[in-house]
């Protein structure tokens, strides 16, 4: 009897609840519905067309309204005629970001993602790997190698990072127009949205370049995902340089690493800041003079985190086989002499450097860097911390939270 009453008791709970779910999720359908005609959203586009709740289906219209394209009446088509809007991907929503179809998107095989020409790829000598810390001035860097009319460099495409958890038998990993393509693309999509609003205040878009495209043929190839290549390295050692051995056989040319540097001390707390309130509180910093005071026990982690991604990065530069090239690019050096830094790049990975291109880089630079260690309290502790890794690391010992 008393299991009889219950069953009975549950089973009124579910019905209720159910049915109240049902009748609410409902009625706000109901409403978006009847507001529909009413409400429309833009997109990023030239032609910015406009899409209301009517021409999404019921699961499409229970979520967050997006940002979509309309290429035909009462229907929403997977990608707009440029090949770049992405409706899907596995998933039943839609992508907020204009970004180039993932490696598992079904609409890869339907040509969506075009291959490079083989008369571009074939002069390509050198592939390109960042590495180093966030908010180092990569980005910055890679929009600089991006603008060269024959250069091919990814933002953060994170290519190590997809080789090491993806799929072996991949083409993006075993067949080297595929790869180069794929990297081409993914800078292609970025440079329309991505590159020209960034979350850090300024646009990486350099005016008067080749920035996204290139100029004939192709003779430098590369990704920047610096942070991402030390997260495996981190990860697994040895498989990390049998990854890098396996994507230079794939690439037929040789690999090599540039590393930006800029101040430990500004590193630390650029990413204190912006971990703790954003690019909002980054640039409150910048127009205030107070300094913020964080929790000891976050600069003490942070600082932890640093040691071990700069140990990561020396290994990687001092590895036993001694077969990969690297070139640390100082941000400091770079703003003050930037055609003495942009002319030892090139030398290094083995280009031409046009005046033209020399000329846009250097109206793009800023005019010095920031100095965010200032911005922030620092115990004494972390402050020695530092300095002490700072005077182990041949290329950092020029730094110091006083200069």
Not at 26 to 37: E, F, L
Not at 160 to 177: E, L
Not at 214 to 224: H, M
Not at 261 to 278: C, E, H, K, S, W
Request: hydrophobic fraction near 35%; glycine fraction near 6%.
């Amino acid at each position: 009897m008393r299991r009889k009453k219950f069953a009975l008791c549950f089973g009124i709970v579910l019905l209720v609840y159910f049915g109240t779910t049902r009748w609410l999720s409902s009625k706000q359908i109901d409403t978006m519905m009847s507001n529909a005609g009413r409400v429309k959203f833009d997109v990023y586009s030239p032609s910015r067309p406009t899409m209301s709740f009517k021409d999404l289906n019921w699961t499409q219209a229970r979520r967050r309204p997006v940002n979509v394209n309309k290429t035909g009446t009462n229907k929403i088509d997977m990608v707009s005629k440029s090949g770049q809007w992405v409706l899907g991907c596995k998933r039943n929503v839609v992508h907020r970001k204009r970004v180039a179809p993932c490696d598992q998107c079904p609409l890869t095989s339907k040509g969506l993602r075009p291959l490079l020409p083989e008369e571009a790829i074939k002069s390509v000598k050198t592939f390109i790997l960042f590495i180093g810390f966030a908010r180092s001035g990569s980005s910055i860097l890679g929009a600089l190698l991006d603008a060269h009319p024959h250069v091919v460099l990814s933002n953060e495409y994170m290519l190590i990072s997809k080789a090491a958890r993806g799929n072996p038998k991949d083409p993006v990993f075993n067949d080297r127009r595929t790869l180069f393509s794929a990297l081409y693309n993914r800078q292609r999509s970025l440079l329309n949205h991505s590159l020209i609003n960034t979350n850090k205040g300024y646009s990486l878009y350099i005016q008067n370049s080749y920035m996204g495209t290139y100029k004939d043929r192709i003779d430098v190839v590369g990704d920047k995902s610096g942070a991402y290549t030390n997260f495996v390295h981190l990860g697994n050692k040895r498989y990390f340089f049998e990854v890098i051995q396996h994507l230079g056989d794939v690439v037929k040319a040789p690999i090599k690493f540039i590393n930006p540097v800029r101040n430990p001390f500004d590193i630390i707390a650029t990413q204190m800041l912006y971990g703790v309130g954003g690019k909002d509180l980054r640039h409150k910093c910048k127009a205030n003079t107070h300094k913020i005071i964080l929790d000891p026990m976050y600069i003490d982690c942070k600082v932890k985190h640093f040691e071990k991604e700069i140990w990561s990065i020396v290994e990687i530069c001092d590895h036993e086989s001694q077969q990969y090239e690297v070139l640390h690019v100082h941000l400091e050096d770079l703003v003050e002499s930037p055609r003495v830094e942009i002319l030892k790049i090139c030398n290094f990975l083995g280009i031409s450097c046009p005046e033209d291109y020399i000329s846009a880089c250097t109206e793009k630079l800023f005019k010095e860097t920031s100095k965010s260690r200032h911005s922030i309290e620092w115990p004494d502790e972390a402050l020695d911390k530092v300095h002490s890794i700072i005077q182990l690391i041949p290329h950092l010992k020029r730094y110091s939270f006083y200069n």
